[in-house]
């Protein structure tokens, strides 16, 4: 696992992104993207909400891949809750098992859980050390340590 600051959509192209997301649909069927990366993810692709909401509708809370490079990585069951560690584990085993079957060199994930989720990076690390080798790069905001 490589560990970088940056921009998380510099990445957008040339490697698969994570959004860090949650398991709320609407009744009308649209993921609930209220912050963070999945907020962004929202305005650049209007359609991913409804994309977002019919996968975990059909297959529930998990890894999925989203079209335009992204893959849903789920730190939460709703907004209203603080992510869950065990929930970002199984995201992380989830996610390494995509990565292999799909032969993807390089994944860019955002620190799950550890910006509006309030979650330290020191209580996350150890747990995407376990399974991210170096194909996982661990993105944080410039101005975050």
């Known amino acids: 696992m490589r560990e970088l600051a940056g921009d998380l959509w510099e990445h957008l192209g040339q490697a698969t992104v994570c959004i860090t997301t949650g398991g709320l649909v609407s009744r009308r069927g649209e993921a609930s993207m209220p912050?963070?990366?999945?907020?962004q993810a929202r305005e650049r692709f209007p359609e991913l909400?409804?994309?977002l909401g019919a996968l975990i509708r059909e297959h529930g809370n998990h890894v999925h891949e989203l079209g335009w490079g992204l893959v849903s990585f789920p730190v939460e069951q709703t907004?209203?809750?603080v992510p869950g560690l065990g929930l970002i584990e199984r995201s992380c085993q989830e996610l390494q098992a995509l990565?292999?079957?799909r032969n993807w060199s390089q994944v860019v994930v955002p620190r799950p859980g550890c910006g509006g989720g309030g979650l330290a990076w020191s209580e996350v690390q150890p747990i995407l050390q376990r399974y991210f080798d170096d194909?996982?790069?661990v993105i944080r905001a410039r101005e975050e340590r």
């Not at 912050?35 to 907020?39: E, K, L, N």
């Open 135 to 137: 194909r996982f790069w």
């Open 35 to 39: 912050r963070g990366c999945a907020r």
């Open 79 to 81: 907004p209203f809750e």
């Open 49 to 51: 909400p409804g994309i």
């Open 99 to 101: 990565t292999t079957a």
